[in-house]
C-alpha cells in the first residue's frame, strides 16, 4: 500500500452497505443510513507517549469496523477508495464467528 498512516491513524478500506441478509448481523435503517463500515488495511505505530513509547491501538489490520458517515478524510488510490480515520472515529469492530473462534472468549452482546 503506498499510504502509511502516522500515530493513532489508520487506513480503511470502504465495503459497500447491501441490503440486510439472513447473516448474524441485522443494523436497522436508521442505523445503517448514519454508518459506514470498511475493512482496516494498515495501521500506525499508535500514540506517542512522554517516554517515546508508543500505545497500540486496539484495532489490527483485516478488522471489520463501523464508523459514522462524516468522520474521517476520503482518499483514491489507483482507484480504490480508502478513508484515513483516527481510532477513536471507530465505533465498533464486527466480530466473524470464524475469529471469535480463535480469540479469547467474550462475553455475548446484549
Known amino acids: 500500500m503506498k499510504l502509511k498512516p502516522v500515530g493513532k491513524r489508520l487506513i480503511v478500506e470502504l465495503i459497500e452497505q447491501q441490503e440486510p441478509s439472513a ?3 441485522f443494523l436497522p435503517g436508521t442505523i445503517r443510513e ?21 500505545i ?3 484495532v489490527q489490520t483485516g478488522d471489520t469496523v463501523l464508523f459514522s ?3 474521517g478524510i476520503t482518499v483514491r488510490i489507483d482507484g480504490q477508495k480508502y478513508l484515513i ?3 477513536s ?5 464486527i466480530r466473524t464467528e470464524e475469529a471469535d473462534s480463535h480469540g479469547a472468549q467474550q462475553p455475548p452482546l446484549p
Request: avoid cysteine; charge should be neutral; hydrophobic fraction near 40%.
Open 69 to 71: 458517515n462524516d468522520v
Open 89 to 93: 472515529e471507530i465505533l465498533a469492530m
Open 56 to 58: 497500540a491501538l486496539d
Open 34 to 54: 448514519k454508518t459506514r463500515r470498511g475493512q482496516v488495511m494498515v495501521v500506525g505505530p499508535g500514540a506517542a507517549k512522554g517516554d517515546g513509547s508508543r
Open 23 to 25: 447473516g448474524p448481523l
Open 85 to 87: 480515520l483516527t481510532e
